[in-house]
């Protein structure tokens, strides 16, 4: 089980190339055709280039073997994905290099309704650019809850 | 194709972000989002895995879900504009589901010199039940 030991934990540091090719089967498959995601020239007209969809950085959770996310005991059988934001600080381009540095900043308990005693771990992915600027920081908060969940 | 821009001076607290619905969300429709994002948690794909897990069948990731959303505030704010996008899951979205977005601004302010709206946002399914709500932030450019 997660508890307070677990806050400060890092990941390893995860390197990801931003692909237009992958963003545009991103915005496909989430069902936007904002024009920008597909038309090289209108982007980079409009917004200065081909940028990701809001939800897009959270490909990295699925990028690495793992090692990117900083180990945290958890039954996966009462994990639950609560929420997730993300906060924009810089623009992001296609072509673009970042690299995503992912820590635990809080664990804490809640007492529930049917599941009991939750416990939530939230964990800070920072992405810094090829020239050292941080550009976003995704916030994911995981939910262990007291029992097994009826999925 | 010039985009319609959204100027400070358009917005006013309550204003509402032009809604859409998504029709009838399928498995092929998981699938795509499993291969784009690289989440391949097989109860999203995996009709036995699911029921093995204790659920009808498959169902829609909370992340594809939160994508199918973003769109609202994209198209409304500018996708270049948007500072802080944030969603929590309540309700599964299932096969054959209906998603509408929608949502408001709750506050417009100038904030260190950024010209700052926040606002609301939900999706439904088709019985009115959210599956997921959120908020999001945008700093907007001026016609001044």
Known sequence: MADKSDIGKVGKPVTIRIEAGKIREFAKSIKDQNPLYYNENVAKAEIGGVMPPPTFLMTLAHWDNGEGRPHVEMDLR???H????????KPIYAGDVLTAVTKVTDVFEKTGGRGGTMTFVVMDT????QQGEKVAISRGVTIETGQVVAR | MARKKLYFEDVKEGDELPSFTI??????DFVKYAGSSGDFNPI???????E??????VFAMGMMNAGVLSRLVSDYAGLENL?????????????GDSVTCRGKVTKKAVENGEKIIE?????LNQKGEVAIQGSFRAALPSRG
């Open chain 1, 78 to 80: 009462r994990v639950l």
């Open chain 1, 82 to 89: 609560g929420e997730q934001e993300f906060e924009y600080l």
């Open chain 1, 126 to 129: 920072e992405f810094t650019n």
């Open chain 2, 23 to 28: 029709e009838n969300l399928t498995r092929t």
């Open chain 2, 44 to 50: 999203h794909h995996d009709q036995t895995f699911a």
């Open chain 2, 52 to 57: 093995v897990s204790g659920n009808p069948t």
């Open chain 2, 83 to 95: 500072r802080k996008y944030r969603v929590r899951f309540a309700t599964r979205v299932w096969p």
């Open chain 2, 119 to 123: 606002g609301e946002i939900a999706a």
